[in-house]
Each structure stands twice: as C-alpha cells, then as structure tokens.
C-alpha cells in the first residue's frame, strides 16, 4: 500500500493547484454557497440534479488548499450519483476526517477521498475538508442558504 501521508500531499498539492471541475456550471438546477470563518474558505457549488442523480457538478470559491482540493476531489466523486448516495458517502467523509472511519468493515471504501484521513490528526482542518460536503448537502436539501460551518 502506499504511503496515505505522501499520497495526501501529493493530491492536495495537485487538486489545490489544479482544481477539477473549476468553473461556473452552465444549466445547473441548483447552487448552494459555503462559508468557513475559521479559515475564510468560501465555496459555491453548481449542481445539475436530474432524474434523481448528480449529472454534472462544478464549484467556485476561494480558500486553502484543502478546502481546494477536498472540494475538486469531492465534485469527482460525485458525479452519477443519487441523493442518498451523496449523503451516505457524505457521512463516511465525517467519520474520515474525524478518525472513527470505517465504523463498520461493510462501509464501502471512499476510494482516494481516504488519503484525507490524515486530517483527522488535525481538527481545525476538519471544517476545511468537510466544507465542499456540507454545502453539496444543502444543495440536494435545497435550502438555498448559504451554509456556514460554525
Ligand atoms: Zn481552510
């Protein structure tokens, strides 16, 4: 298996400067915007939401590359997917980040997304990493608020 802590820094690197899916969604269905005061990360995220599944996803935003990078990660994993996917894979990134991932040996793997379980050794990261999750959360409840992680 490879080094998680090389292969973390060598993705957040990489997505940080080359974000995926960085730009502003034409026809997108739904938007939702995120704010982390801790660390001024600011997120909007683009959602085309049809026939139950994410068909296509896109952000925008400022932050650290964290934020950056679990954002670009998170908009890769989640194309295709349904609501209650996204909010299931949603659950098992917080259980990532905060070190009690997999609670069960059937959690289905989250793929490269577990190289960023090496947050967990760093809470005041958490909201960075968690911040592209919630606000893709309220997105799909269609709250239209801007979320903030405080
Ligand atoms: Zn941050």
Same mark, same amino acid.
């Given at each position: ?20 899916? %960085? @730009?502003? &969604? ?6 939702? +915007?995120?704010?982390? !005061?801790?660390? *001024? ?51 098992? %990134? @917080?259980? &990532? ?6 609670? +069960?040996?059937?959690? !289905?793997?989250? *793929? ?39």
């Amino acid at each position: 298996m490879a080094d998680l802590r090389d292969l973390y820094q060598e993705l957040v690197i990489d997505h940080s400067k080359r974000p995926r899916n %960085f @730009h502003k &969604l034409e026809g997108a269905n739904i938007t939702a +915007q995120g704010y982390n !005061p801790l660390c *001024g990360d600011r997120v909007t995220i683009y959602l085309k939401f049809e026939n139950g599944r994410v068909q296509d996803i896109a952000f925008e935003g400022t932050g650290c590359a964290i934020s950056t990078a679990s954002t670009s990660m998170m908009t890769e994993a989640m194309k295709g997917k349904t609501k209650e996917e996204a909010e299931a894979a949603f659950e098992r %990134f @917080h259980d &990532l980040v905060t070190g009690v991932y997999p609670r +069960q040996a059937s959690d !289905p793997p989250l *793929g490269k997304l577990e190289v960023f379980c090496n947050v967990s050794d760093y809470p005041v990261r958490v909201k960075c990493a968690t911040l592209a999750w919630h606000t893709l959360r309220s997105a799909l409840e269609g709250t239209g608020d801007t979320i903030s992680t405080e």
